[in-house]
């Protein structure tokens, strides 16, 4: 049974490009949270997306936006990145929006 | 802003002794929970206690919790070397939901064999 996964594990971008991380949810879970964590910090919450739509959204900017699909699976976009964007990016996935949380090993995303 | 604090920020020990860490937090909650990150990887959820229960056992972990303090506390007893990790404590934000967990920046507990 495979639990959460993203793609790619490692990404290279430049100031003001875009980019697109992926995330598969474990199986039989419908709901995903993005979390992003600077380096020596704590996972901030991103936006969490249920029924392809998103349910709940922390402090980030409009630069950060989503998706997810008919099968739970799911995105995160962000344009125009900033030096400050660089960090690991965690996907996690449950069962409805109130059950603990499965975590993937993230996409470590490194701007220059 | 981050809701939880943990307390030390690094810990290191001798395989066998016990490592016990605490986190602090704000608001009122209706459960705390704990997940441990080994290096590189992604969190492990290790265990929620809801804000009725003062305790929670799970293997070699402990779990406590103090609504009037605002705190709880993990205690790893018998720790191993595998047990090197960084450990955080997580609330959640809106109405008890657990997609949305505010972290705290978490304890690095090194094992030494």
């Known amino acids: 049974d495979a639990g959460v996964t993203q793609s790619p594990t490692h990404l290279i971008k430049t100031r003001g490009q875009q980019v697109t991380l992926r995330c598969s949810p474990k199986?039989?879970?419908?709901?995903v949270s993005w979390y992003q964590q600077a380096l020596g910090q704590g996972p901030q919450f991103i936006f969490q997306?249920?029924?392809?739509?998103?349910?709940q959204r922390g402090n980030f900017p409009d630069r950060f936006s989503g998706h997810q699909f008919p099968n739970y699976s799911s995105e995160l976009n962000v344009n125009a990145l900033l030096l400050g964007d660089s960090a690991l990016y965690l996907c996690?996935?449950?069962?409805?929006?109130?059950?603990?949380?499965?975590f993937g090993d993230g996409t470590r995303l490194s701007i220059l | 802003s981050q809701q939880g604090e943990e307390d030390p920020q690094a810990l290191s020990i001798q395989e066998g002794e016990n490592a016990t860490m605490n986190c602090s937090y704000k608001t009122s909650i209706n459960n705390l929970q704990w997940y441990r990150q080994n290096s590189g990887r992604g969190l492990v959820h290790l265990i929620l206690i809801r804000s009725n229960e003062r305790e929670k056992h799970s293997g070699r972990l402990r779990v406590t919790l103090d609504t009037s303090k605002k705190s709880s506390s993990l205690l790893i007893t018998a720790s191993r070397a595998a047990d090197t990790a960084s450990y955080f404590c997580a609330t959640p934000n809106y109405g008890g939901s657990q997609g949305n967990l505010i972290f705290g920046k978490g304890t690095k507990l090194s094992v030494k064999p």
């Open positions: 996690a996935s449950s069962f409805r929006e109130n059950q603990p949380q499965h």
């Open positions: 199986s039989g879970h419908d709901t």
């Open positions: 997306y249920y029924e392809e739509e998103e349910r």
